[in-house]
């Protein structure tokens, strides 16, 4: 086994990790109102989720062989680089995981490919033109939009079914929630698993193990599909805590109004061609969802640690992506990013023993939410 | 700001999202009125029938609208 192989396993394995938070980061968006109103039990929620994870990512089998693409110059893109970036987006994930704030895994990569880039090849490889139209403005504009769109839909839904006797209204919402969800969780799989098939491709490519004409090869796209699904499972409880039970109280028409929104809006988005992420668009229908049922309450300051997270993804995964470039750089060869990488899997491990202190589970996700993402501590209060 | 922003894009996706995050959603809020008439014990028989018919074809819809959704995204 050559240095290159080796350095290109280590760049496969970062990625297929990246890929399972990816899915584990995520299932929050789909599941977490369906999982809050009871609609699903948390494990069966979380395990429909997986299936649906794992078929998007079959059907959809047009797999670009790119890197934030049209935000860094292409020609600047080294496996290195690739693996400083996924470096970065794995380290911002798990890090937003820990504190429970719903973040945009799309942004995470991105922002530690752009870090390591600029480091990488100076600030002239990286387009400020795209960065701005293809990242920052859509991820203004869609959590305001999606909210806008769950806001209406909240309203017109209570409205409409006010006559309706509670019991049939819950339980004919929880129903429409459960479709509503298993949209969100396809579009899911076929939208994200395909990222991270593009990003092994890609370092197939730029290795030389496949020609340009050969596309991604069929055990890409089932290790990227089983790895996505796999962390869909494992489901990250703390996230879905926050957006299930901390952003706002949900109800099952509330919740159906949001996945509704959310669906919608991604499956036009992505139709449109227009960029968005996933976690912005579910995020801001549960907010308009809170918001659309008068004197219901919307945590604004968990709303508004959200929003900072979001803020300082991009810069933050830049900063550890470049950091990352730079360590393995000064190392050198393979032996530099055997050291990243080694660096990488302790501070993984680390959060992982961290979060076991304070355990969010399938079983004490839907605790009442006292301020903190502890679900403990209502036990002593 | 036009550099930055597709236009184009935004309005489509902001009218197809209004369509599917609001109006589907709504409809499925009348087809459980339709349920819930049907299901009311003091409803005459002519509303019942009327429910059912306004509860299947909203639900109707909303699932062909759903299957539009899933049908266009995997045309991509």
Known sequence: MDANALLLGVVVITALAFDFTNGF?????????????????PRIAVALSAVLNF??????????????????????????????????????????????????SSHALIGGVVGATLIAAGSSAVKVEGLMSKVIVPAVLSPAFAGMVAIVGTFLVYRITWNVPKPIRTRGFRLGQIGSASMVS??????????????????????????????????????????????????????????????TEIESPQGFAAEGSSAAVILAASHFGFPLSTTHVCSGSIVGAGIGKRLAEVRWGVAGRMVTAWLITIPAAALVGAGAWKGADVIGGTGGVAVVFALAVAFAAALYLAARRVPVTHANVNAEWTGTLDPEKERVG | MNQYVDVDALWKVLVAGLAGGVGLVALFAVGMVGLAARTTAHAGSQARVAGLALAVVCFTIVVAGAALGLYVMLKK
């Open chain 1, 25 to 41: 980061h995520d299932t929050a968006n789909a599941m977490a109102t369906s999982i809050a109103t009871r609609a699903l039990r």
């Open chain 1, 55 to 104: 078929a998007g990512a079959f059907l959809s089998l047009k797999v670009a062989a790119t890197i934030a693409s049209g935000i860094v110059d292409s020609g600047a893109v080294t496996l290195t680089v690739v693996f400083a970036g996924l470096v970065g987006g794995l380290a911002w994930n798990l890090l937003t995981w820990y504190f429970g704030i719903p973040s945009s």
């Open chain 1, 186 to 247: 396809l579009a899911h799989g076929m939208n994200d698993a395909q990222k991270t098939m593009g990003v092994i491709t890609l370092a197939l490519l730029a290795n030389h193990t496949i020609r340009p004409a050969e596309g991604t090869p069929f055990w890409v796209i089932v290790a990227c599909a089983l790895t996505i699904s796999l962390g869909t499972y494992i489901g990250g409880w703390r996230v879905i805590r926050t957006l299930g039970k901390g952003l």
